[in-house]
């Protein structure tokens, strides 16, 4: 046996190494796959709910839940916006944290105040106007319910 031949014999060696690569490279990137598909959580969604909003006065609205998930009304939670006249506002739901779950048939009515800090002012409309109600969910900040109303 010549161990000179044998060593200098270099025919298999490119096959070898493209057949090596080829085999790292797709094990890399099914890894990459795999990683970016299973390591996802499952999304998160607002809960989905049928809220009627319709005014009850010139300076409250209230709020009825005809069907679907338990909102919590809780400043942390869910966000009430008001708009009229070109202006958003923050609805205050502090007088909600006593009892925040808003289930199937309850309703409730809500001063159209906003709170900023310190002070409170409340948003009275006149008769005749018009004005938008959304409410957010806060953690995934999508729309629970949206209406326009007129005072």
Do not use: C
Request: glycine content about 8%; charged content about 20%.
């Amino acid at each position: 046996m010549d161990l000179k031949k044998i060593f200098s014999n270099d025919k298999a060696v490119s096959p070898v190494i493209g057949v090596v690569l080829m085999v790292a490279i797709t094990v890399i990137l099914a890894a990459a796959i795999g990683s970016s598909v299973f390591g996802q959580g499952p999304s998160e969604s607002a809960p989905q709910a049928n809220i009627n909003i319709v005014t009850s006065g010139v300076d409250s609205i209230k709020l009825e839940h005809l069907g679907g998930d338990t909102v919590i009304l809780y400043p942390n939670t869910t966000k009430i916006m008001f708009a009229a006249d070109g202006q958003s506002y923050e609805l205050d739901t502090s007088a909600f944290e006593s009892d925040p779950t808003f289930d199937v048939g309850m309703t409730k009515i809500l001063l159209l105040t906003t709170e900023d800090g310190n002070s409170s002012a409340t948003l009275t409309q006149t008769s005749g106007e018009f004005a938008t109600v959304k409410i957010v969910d806060v953690k995934t900040k999508q729309l629970i319910a949206d209406k326009e109303l007129r005072f």
